[in-house]
Nanobody
Framework: QVQLVESGGGLVQPGGSLRLSCAAS????????MGWYRQAPGKQRELVAR??????NYADSVKGRFTISRDNAKNTVYLQMNSLKPEDTAVYYC????????????????WGQGTQVTVSS
């Protein structure tokens, strides 16, 4: 009943920028939190950034370079990535904690399909 669709990945040179988008759709009553995770080959999935109505937090490795933001009217979260490094190369996944359903009594974590970000010269 809820879908997350990501866009914006690609290939970029070190020092470059990319912006990821993730739009949620379906019988959404409330989005409690949205975030971005990433998984590099051979590594565990890790939190990159997360945003709620009152707070944002970032992985230490991206602080000062990445910015997460949210458009509540569009049920969309963005990740602006600047000063990209080769170590940022990974599949980036959108995540959302959503209350949904006809009566809003259902709540679950949802994931997008992932978008590849490659930082290379």
């Amino acid at each position: 009943q809820v879908q997350l669709v990501e866009s914006g990945g690609g290939l970029v040179q070190p020092g470059g920028s990319l912006r990821l988008s993730c739009a949620a759709s379906g019988r959404i009553i409330r989005i409690n939190a949205m975030g971005w995770y990433r998984q590099a080959p051979g590594k565990q999935r890790e939190l990159v950034a997360r945003i709620t109505s009152s707070d944002t937090n970032y992985a230490d490795s991206v602080k000062g370079r990445f910015t997460i933001s949210r458009d509540n009217a569009k049920n969309t979260v963005y990740l602006q990535m600047n000063s990209l490094k080769p170590e940022d190369t990974a599949v980036y996944y959108c995540n959302a904690d959503i209350s949904y359903g006809t009566f809003g009594n259902l709540r679950n974590d949802f994931w997008g399909q992932g978008t590849q970000v490659t930082v290379s010269s």
